[in-house]
């Protein structure tokens, strides 16, 4: 039987009652399938002695003797305080409601212990703690049997559930189930790597025998999930993944041929590409050259690299070839300047430019969509009304994702239906992202898709200057702004909140936009912009943000993504470490856009920890886009990160992307080689893994 066919319910497990199964539902855990596969995150070896006076290598392991006995504290709170002792030092066993044990931890009596120690009131101690007598039985049934030596599995917990009740259930449903599983990987693959049986290694990573088996539970068990990953992300990509490695190879002798109209461009420009733009066009015009399989491609880059003007020169090919662009871009303000830029750069090569949005009156709305509908619109550029109902394209041949974290699944493909033709040909894609995503992580959730890095940036651009200040020093982050403002430059200040209630001590933008505009910086003009306001407002704010009549913007994080204001050269975030790394690295990208040095001042909380202040550290040691991604990505898991929470497939068990990356390669390579030689599964070597897909898929069905 397949492990996760086993949707036997809970209840067949003694000790698991209707509100054990209620609280077993808190984490997950829904029948017999879900409690196996609730894997521990941590694992403890007893089997090595640790003395008390070794207690900060985080746990003590050892045979001790009861010295004393004392009672802390009245009434309710009344919590009795134990002496204990072995060869190397003395310790304090806290019994926090666990007053039963007065009658077993007798002055004079012989326990094995184990626990993790700390030292506070000039004394070790520890409320965490299991006890065992030293012959193994149990003076009562409260007392734990078993707990010394070995490895036990430590999991994830809820209210309602302990470690000696989860480690009893997973035990009983291994003794019965485990060994009637089948294995769900290749046969060769499991000999080719020396894995583990599914039915070994669900035992070993639940209670190994020993390090060595716990460490090949995990990588059996790591590899099989990573492999059924990248065999969904394989199989959403279909037959492109089978025909783009030879199209590729006949298309090799075609990268950095570029096209009549982005020729003109190139010679009008008034600067040379950087190396990393030119290496983009010649591998999206490759891409583009013609074949069977559509161009579907992640451009990333840092804010500033270039990224919009490979997406004109790329829309410049697809006129070239006859077809249609649509530009597509998660907000107004964004696609408003994007829309100014390619009028600006591509009227006067003839190509003829559209600005599309919700907010575009009927009246020449109706004439646009007429336009757009004939092929006499060559580039459209909008928000998500590019793919409202009535909205219809004659040759939709290019569709330029940005921002693509910011948009559903479902809007990226509505967009892209609207290009599918006669031959049931899709658009090229071409997807955008300013937050850097790990090439590991851009590898699993787009699978099928090439992926693109500009890593350097247009030649005189300074990188921004990044200092940290404490909250009760941002006076003289004020007095910095202000000298700066005097001189002719403008500054954001960025809050974590709209407006705030009183239940949490944070500055929010509403009313810190007063404060910076009375008390602060009097003498300027402050303006106000989050998510709430009007699309119209927040437009006509940031225009006059643009032109320089504001010369500071109090704003949310709806600035990250947002127009260039090339004389904004100060950045401060308050309450930094309420923002991701990444978020913080886009604002951050938001001012420097021009040639004057530019500044961004991290205000933290004066208790913030050590920890926080390490986190934010990263910003002041790194402006390398990918690196900060990582470490936000160790932090925050990859569903955030990467915009890919609603589509729910990397909800892995014990697999980390980042952590596991040499693994991830591995079953990448297998699963892709297995489905371009055997698309159908129908081999005898492949049958498990259709038999999976269908009877028990581990993830839900990827889709882009």
């Not at 506070?120 to 007392?143: C, H, L, P, W």
């Not at 892709?672 to 259709?690: C, T, V, Y």
Request: proline share 4%; hydrophobic share 40%.
């Amino acid at each position: 039987m397949l492990l996760r066919s086993l949707n036997i319910p809970l209840n067949v497990i003694r000790g698991i009652g209707p509100e054990m199964v209620r609280i077993l539902a808190k984490p997950g855990i829904r029948n017999i399938a879900g409690l196996l596969c609730h894997y521990p995150r941590d694992w403890e070896d007893r089997s090595v002695t640790v003395p008390i006076k070794d207690f900060h290598k985080n746990q003590v392991c050892t045979e001790i003797t009861v010295v004393a006995r004392d009672w802390i504290g009245y009434g309710r709170m009344r919590t009795l305080k134990v002496y204990v002792e072995d060869e190397s030092g003395r310790a304090v066993l806290l019994c926090f409601n666990r007053p039963w044990l007065e009658k077993l931890l007798i002055p004079g009596e012989r326990f094995r212990l184990w626990g993790r120690f700390y030292y506070k009131y000039s004394e070790i101690q520890s409320s965490a703690f299991e006890i065992e007598t030293i012959d193994g039985t149990e003076k009562s049934n409260r007392v734990q049997s078993g707990i010394l030596p070995g490895i036990l599995p430590v999991y994830p917990l809820t209210e309602g559930l302990n470690q000696k009740k989860i480690r009893s259930f997973i035990k009983r449903a291994i003794d019965k189930y485990a060994a009637d599983l089948e294995n769900e990987l290749p046969e060769n693959l499991i000999t080719r790597d020396k894995l583990l049986s599914k039915a070994a290694a669900i035992k070993a990573i639940h209670f190994p025998v020993s390090a060595e088996e716990l460490e090949l539970a995990k990588k059996t068990l790591i590899y099989e999930e990573l492999f059924y990953l990248e065999v969904m992300v394989g199989k959403r990509a279909g037959e492109r993944i089978r025909g783009i490695k030879n199209e590729k190879l006949e298309m090799r002798n075609e990268r950095g041929a570029f096209s009549p109209l982005q020729e003109r461009l190139i010679e009008r420009l008034p600067f040379s590409l950087t190396p990393g733009q030119q290496q983009a066009i010649a591998e999206i015009n490759a891409d583009m050259a013609g074949g069977q399989f559509s161009m579907a491609r992640l451009l990333q880059g840092d804010v500033g690299s270039g990224k919009t003007l490979v997406s004109f020169l790329a829309a410049l090919k697809t006129v070239d070839d006859g077809g249609q662009s649509a530009l597509m871009a998660p907000t107004e303000l964004l696609a408003r300047q994007h829309a100014d830029n390619a009028a600006r750069l591509l009227e006067p090569l003839g190509l003829r430019i559209a600005f599309l949005t919700g907010n575009v009156k009927s009246s020449g709305r109706k004439d646009l969509l007429n336009h757009l509908a004939a092929g006499e619109i060559d580039l459209v550029v909008g928000t998500h009304a590019l793919f409202s109902k009535d909205v219809n394209y004659k040759n939709l041949s290019l569709v330029v994702v940005d921002e693509q974290h910011r948009f559903g699944v479902t809007q990226r493909s509505s967009i892209m239906a609207k290009g599918v033709n006669a031959q049931n040909s899709n658009p090229h894609l071409l997807m955008m992202s300013a937050t850097p995503i790990p090439r590991t992580l851009a590898l699993t959730v787009f699978g099928d898709m090439e992926v693109t890095v500009i890593r350097d940036m247009p030649p005189g651009r300074k990188p921004v200057k990044t200092h940290l200040a404490k909250e009760s020093g941002e006076n003289r982050v004020y007095e910095f702004v202000r000298g700066k403002l005097e001189a002719g430059s403008q500054a954001y200040f960025v809050y974590p909140l709209i407006e705030n209630g009183d239940e949490m001590n944070l500055k929010d933008a509403v009313s810190m936009a007063q404060r910076l505009a009375e008390k602060v910086f009097p003498r300027f003009t402050v303006a106000l912009i989050h998510s709430k306001l009007g699309e119209d407002e927040k437009r006509k704010t940031m225009e006059r943000f643009r032109r320089g009549e504001i010369k500071v913007l109090a704003a949310t994080s709806v600035v990250e993504v947002g127009v260039d204001v090339p004389n904004a050269n100060c950045m401060v975030i308050e309450h930094a470490e309420r923002f991701g790394l990444s978020a913080l690295h886009q604002l951050r990208g938001r001012v420097g856009r021009g040639l004057d040095q530019a500044y961004c001042f991290l205000v933290y909380s004066d208790e913030l920890t050590e920890d926080g202040k390490a986190r934010l550290k990263v910003m002041l040691e790194s402006s390398d886009g990918f690196v900060i991604a990582e470490e936000d990505l160790k932090l925050r898991g990859p569903g955030q990160i990467a915009g890919t929470e609603q589509s729910g497939y990397l909800n892995l068990g014990i697999a980390n992307p980042i952590r596991d990356v040499e693994v991830l390669a591995i079953a990448r390579d297998d699963a892709f080689s297995i489905l371009e030689n055997d698309p159908g599964l129908l081999l005898e070597d492949h049958r498990i893994i259709a038999r999976v897909l269908e009877e028990a898929p581990p993830f839900r069905e990827v889709v882009l």
